[in-house]
């Protein structure tokens, strides 16, 4: 990725949660093992320890079951492994969803994301995965404005479309005749909402490759 692309369009793209959250989750998990073991030392030992407060794993653990909004007595923390598992995950992905929307408002280069059907899964985009690297990599620099036009890269290579003198901007290119021979069509609309199927978007992301081939020459 270009090395001044945003943090948070990498995690929102790329599905990915703060490792600490993780981290909280394993600690509910243990502590649900352990007390599913009716008479064991272990048990006894936890409860015993939780009541009086030890330093350590038992107060780590009253900040991760209020972190998730849990009680140790809450009805979902008896449930299957499986199921708790997916319910925290689920908590997460919330968390998570709330946060970066939050930090994407304050971080250039992601109002796109935010403004084009925003919803953060915890998973990487379907593009990311199934379309080979350097389409995906080109289709990603356009939806976080990190596409080498000049707007926005403003005071690197000037403002003026090189074939038209207007405003070079992501979705000018689109309307210039200098690259209407490159992208036979091809809207700017493919890419962010992403409801094409991934066929349909790798005829594109071979045409926006092509636009930044010719856009890297221009503005060298």
């Not at 048990?43 to 107060?59: H, N, S, W, Y």
Request: charged share 30%; net charge negative; glycine share 4%.
């Amino acid at each position: 990725m270009p090395y001044s692309t945003p943090t948070s369009a990498i995690k929102y793209e790329m599905g990915v949660t703060d490792m600490y959250l993780e981290v909280e989750m394993e600690r509910i998990m243990l502590m649900c093992e352990v007390m599913k073991k009716d008479g064991s030392v272990a048990k006894e030992l936890l409860q015993t320890m939780r009541e009086k407060r030890v330093p350590g794993f038992c107060t780590d653990l009253e900040v991760a079951l209020q972190l998730f909004g849990l009680d140790v007595n809450d009805e979902i923390l008896s449930k299957d492994k499986k199921v708790i598992r997916e319910t925290l995950k689920g908590k997460i992905v919330e968390m998570e969803s709330k946060q970066l929307a939050v930090r994407m408002l304050e971080e250039s280069k992601c109002d796109r994301l935010l403004l084009n059907g925003y919803m953060f899964d915890g998973r990487m985009k379907k593009y990311l995965v199934e379309l080979p690297f350097e389409e995906a990599r080109a289709v990603f620099m356009l939806r976080c404005r990190m596409f080498p036009t000049k707007d926005n890269f403003r005071g690197r290579w000037g403002t003026e479309c090189t074939y038209c003198h207007s405003p070079e901007t992501d979705m000018h290119i689109f309307a210039c005749a200098g690259y209407s021979d490159l992208l036979k069509g091809t809207t700017f609309d493919i890419f962010m909402n992403l409801n094409t199927d991934m066929e349909a978007l790798s005829v594109a992301a071979k045409c926006l490759l092509k636009v930044k081939e010719r856009l890297e020459l221009n503005n060298c």
